[in-house]
C-alpha cells in the first residue's frame, strides 16, 4: 500500500472528535517543533473486547502515520540547509528515494534517498565534478527524541571489492552537515559521485566511530563488506541503489591513480 492509499485508509476510521484532538495534542508534544541546526463474535463480551482492540489499533496506525509525517524528506533537509539547488534536484526524476531502514542499540537509522550529479548544489555550482549526496536521519527507537550531537554519527561510503582504506569518505572527498528536528537527527552527506562504482554493490556506513582499518570493517573473499563481528556502538551499513549503467570502470581507475592506491 503506498502511502496515499494509506492515509486515505486512516481517513475512514470513524473517531470522534475529542478522541481526535488529544490524539493530535499528544503527538505534537512528543514530536517537538524545535529546530537545532550544527556544520519510528458472537458474544457481547467479544465484541467489546474486539472493539478495544480495533480502537487500538487505530491509535497504532495514527501514531505511525504521524512518524512517517514528522521525517523530513531529503528535499525538505536540503531545504533546511539553505540549498534550493539540491532540494530541486532531490524532487527530479534523477533522485533515488529508498527510506531503508536499519536497528542498532537502540536506535533507527534511514537512508532517506540519494541523488547524483554535477551543479546540483548551491555550494558546488562551479565544480564541473559529479557528487552524490545522501540524506540519513538517527532516531532512538523508542521515539525519545535526541536533544543533542554531542555524540554525532560519522558516514562513509564503500564499495565492494575494494578495501575499504581505498574507499570511504576520506578518499572520495567526503563531508557532512547535521542538524536536529523534531528529536531526530538528520545528516546530509556528499562525496565524489559513487555512480562510477556502480556495478559493484556500494554502501553507506553509518556509525558514532569509523575508520577504514580492520577494526572496524571487513571483506570476504567475493568482495562484500560488513562491520567486523563484535563492532561496538549503534550503527548501520545501507546498500545504495545505484544504476549498474552508469558504472565507469575508466573513471574508476582515474580515481585509484589519482589518490596513489593504484600505479
Known amino acids: 500500500m503506498n502511502r496515499d492509499d494509506y492515509r486515505a485508509a486512516l481517513d475512514r476510521i470513524e473517531l470522534s472528535e475529542g478522541f481526535r484532538q488529544d490524539t493530535i495534542q499528544k503527538l505534537t508534544r512528543a514530536a517537538g517543533q524545535q529546530t537545532k ?8 463480551r467479544r465484541t467489546f473486547k474486539t472493539g478495544l482492540l480495533a480502537a487500538a489499533l487505530a491509535v497504532a ?9 514528522y521525517l523530513l524528506t531529503p528535499k ?28 542498532s542499540e537502540g536506535y533507527t537509522f534511514t537512508l532517506g534517498g540519494l541523488v547524483s550529479g554535477a551543479g546540483i548544489s548551491k555550494y558546488a555550482q562551479d565544480v ?14 523508542d521515539g525519545t527524541p535526541l536533544e543533542n550531537l554531542d555524540a554525532p554519527f560519522h558516514l562513509s561510503p564503500l564499495v565492494a571489492g575494494f578495501q575499504p582504506h581505498m574507499v570511504n569518505a576520506w578518499t572520495l572527498g567526503g563531508g557532512y552537515t547535521s542538524f536536529l528536528s523534531g528529536g531526530v537527527a538528520y545528516y546530509l552527506f556528499d562525496c565524489e559521485s559513487l555512480e562510477i562504482f556502480a556495478d559493484h554493490t556500494v554502501y553507506l556506513a553509518v556509525g558514532q566511530e569509523l575508520s577504514a582499518g580492520s577494526d572496524t570493517f571487513a571483506m570476504a573473499e567475493d568482495g562484500a563488506i560488513s562491520f567486523v563481528e563484535g563492532y561496538e556502538g549503534p550503527h548501520a551499513l545501507f546498500t545504495l541503489p545505484l544504476d549498474a549503467s552508469k ?13 596513489g592506491l593504484m600505479p
Open 247 to 259: 558504472a565507469d570502470s575508466a573513471a574508476v581507475d582515474q580515481f585509484l591513480k589519482d589518490t
Open 61 to 69: 496506525l495514527i501514531v505511525s502515520a504521524a512518524a512517517a509525517v
Open 76 to 103: 525538505d533537509v536540503a531545504a533546511h540547509n539553505d540549498d534550493p539547488v539540491l532540494a530541486d534536484a532531490f524532487a527530479s526524476g534523477g533522485a533515488i528515494l529508498s527510506n531503508q531502514t536499519a536497528e
Open 37 to 44: 541546526k550544527e556544520t519510528v463474535f458472537m458474544k457481547p
Open 128 to 141: 564541473d565534478a559529479a557528487r552524490t549526496y545522501a540524506v540519513v536521519s538517527v532516531a532512538r527507537t
